[in-house]
């Protein structure tokens, strides 16, 4: 069982940066792979960005690609997604989430069992 907190959303001027946080309680946290998804108003949840259990292995949506950083701390059951130059739409609710136990993470929002609650980024123009 494996249960996540996000933090780190709110408004910030387009062109800006925020640092979303997610803190992941479970002993065998360091073993999930881990995914950021996001939804706006109106639309379905999307993939933004994944990372393996060891952190090595990462990969991001083509709309947040160069921009974003996905990175964890599995010693302090930690995973972060930094958001630099941002949007208007990257205005959405963003989701931490464990998936499997693997090297490889899933860009498929079904293959993840464990959600956070979800932290609203705002981006202004």
């Known amino acids: 069982q494996v249960q996540l907190v996000e933090s780190g959303g709110g408004l910030v001027q387009a062109g800006g940066s925020l640092r979303l946080s997610c803190a992941a309680s479970g002993r065998t946290f360091s073993s999930y792979a881990m995914g950021w998804f996001r939804q706006a108003p109106g639309k379905e949840r999307e993939f933004v960005a994944g990372?393996?259990?060891?952190?090595?292995?990462?990969g991001y949506a083509d709309s947040v690609k160069g921009r974003f950083t996905i990175s964890r701390d599995n010693a302090k059951n930690m995973v972060y997604l930094q958001m630099n130059s941002l949007k208007p739409e990257d205005t959405a609710v963003y989701y931490c989430a464990a998936g499997r136990r693997s090297y490889y993470y899933s860009t498929l929002d079904h293959e993840y069992n464990y959600w956070g609650q979800g932290t609203q980024v705002t981006v202004s123009s």
């Open positions: 990372i393996g259990w060891s952190g090595d292995n990462t």
